[in-house]
């Protein structure tokens, strides 16, 4: 079993930065692909990033390439989503998961944390 807390989330303007973390229970983190995934107002859940289970590959959606960077670390149980140059369109709840392996955190979550909301003005 695995716990996911998100933090980090609030209200900025585009343009500004924000770190996302995402805190897991148990000793089998380093088990885990994590990634994270999004929800905007009126929107289907999506994608956002991935990261394997030893931090080696990463994965992410098109639409964050080249502003958005994951990371974890594994020692701590923690998995971190920076945001770069954020624009209002990245205004979501977003919400940490973890599952087997990268390939399939896609399509087969295992976990999923409660979310924590971003907020971007124009």
């Known amino acids: 079993q695995v716990q996911l807390v998100e933090s980090g989330g609030g209200l900025v303007q585009a343009g500004d930065s924000l770190r996302l973390s995402c805190a897991a229970s148990g000793r089998t983190f380093r088990g885990y692909a994590v990634g994270w995934f999004r929800q905007g107002p009126g929107k289907e859940r999506e994608f956002v990033a991935a990261i394997s289970r030893s931090g080696g590959s990463t994965m992410y959606a098109d639409s964050v390439k080249g502003r958005f960077t994951i990371s974890r670390d594994n020692a701590k149980n923690t998995m971190y989503l920076q945001m770069n140059s954020l624009e209002p369109e990245d205004t979501a709840v977003y919400y940490c998961?973890?599952?087997?392996?990268?390939?399939?955190?896609?399509?087969?979550?295992?976990?999923w944390g409660q979310g924590t909301q971003v907020t971007v003005s124009s």
């Open positions: 998961a973890a599952a087997q392996s990268i390939t399939v955190l896609q399509s087969s979550v295992h976990y």
